[in-house]
């Protein structure tokens, strides 16, 4: 199955610098989305050092431009290097998890394809549940590089941090969330901190990383559930062969 694709996705860009700013007038992305860049990378190690090699290939696609509308990710759905009809799933990092283990994890889009299963038995194994998307009136499914491999046809998993961190009171999750989105999210104040606890980012990389392999060894390719407005696309890819 080598000339079919698992493909990870992160965006390495932001914003640059706004010289009309006081202070710092860099935006440094550092969550947003440095760690998902060093996700990527990380994942890709841990890809070489494996014992056994998957048996579909693996790209890992470091993309630009998501923050002024996703060009990069959409010039790749247009003019894909390997046929999107043998991309057997886009797996997406955008912001990854800085603020310690979390018991959850939460996956946008959940219930639209047959990946559901599949991370929630990944989760179950790390002793861990998959929550639907907390905040669905802001549409993330459609904000994120995945989104151009998803409108193409290519079954999607997007995941976003958790929200029930593991001792911290129950609410702590959203709440610091919200604070992140008020006081850093796309700021020059979006930068690393000493504070920062990456143990629910390496779980959640392991997570992702164990995704991919188990995609990569399945002669089944995830399909997009019932309903979904993306399913006529894959199906009409898949017959053509493009």
Request: no cysteine.
């Amino acid at each position: 199955m080598r000339d079919s694709y698992v493909v990870y996705i992160a965006h390495w860009d932001h914003l640059g610098m706004d010289t009309r700013l006081m202070g710092d007038k860099i935006y440094n992305g550092a969550v947003d989305n440095a760690t998902g860049v060093a996700a990527l990378l990380e994942i890709a190690r841990a890809y070489k050092q494996l014992g056994t090699p998957p048996r579909r290939s693996i790209l890992f696609l470091a993309v630009t431009a998501e923050e002024q509308g996703l060009l990069g990710s959409q010039y790749y759905g247009e003019h894909p290097l390997y046929p999107l009809a043998r991309t057997a799933v886009a797996i997406n990092m955008d912001a990854m998890n800085v603020l310690g283990r979390t018991s959850d994890l939460v996956m946008i889009g959940k219930g639209s394809s047959t990946l559901d299963e599949m991370v929630e038995a990944i989760a179950r194994e790390q002793g861990r549940t998959v929550k639907p998307d907390a905040e669905p009136e802001k549409g993330f499914f459609y904000r994120s590089d995945h989104f151009n491999f998803a409108k193409q046809g290519v079954p999607s998993f997007f995941p976003e941090p958790g929200i029930d961190f593991v001792g911290r009171p129950p609410n702590w999750g959203m709440d610091m969330r919200r604070r992140y989105t008020e006081e850093d999210y796309h700021k020059p104040s979006d930068q690393v901190r000493a504070d920062w606890d990456l143990s629910g980012a390496v779980e959640d990389s392991q997570l992702f990383l164990l995704l991919g392999y188990r995609v990569a060894n399945d002669p089944a390719l995830p399909e997009w559930k019932p309903g979904t407005e993306f399913k006529a696309k894959r199906e009409a890819m898949l017959r053509s062969g493009n």
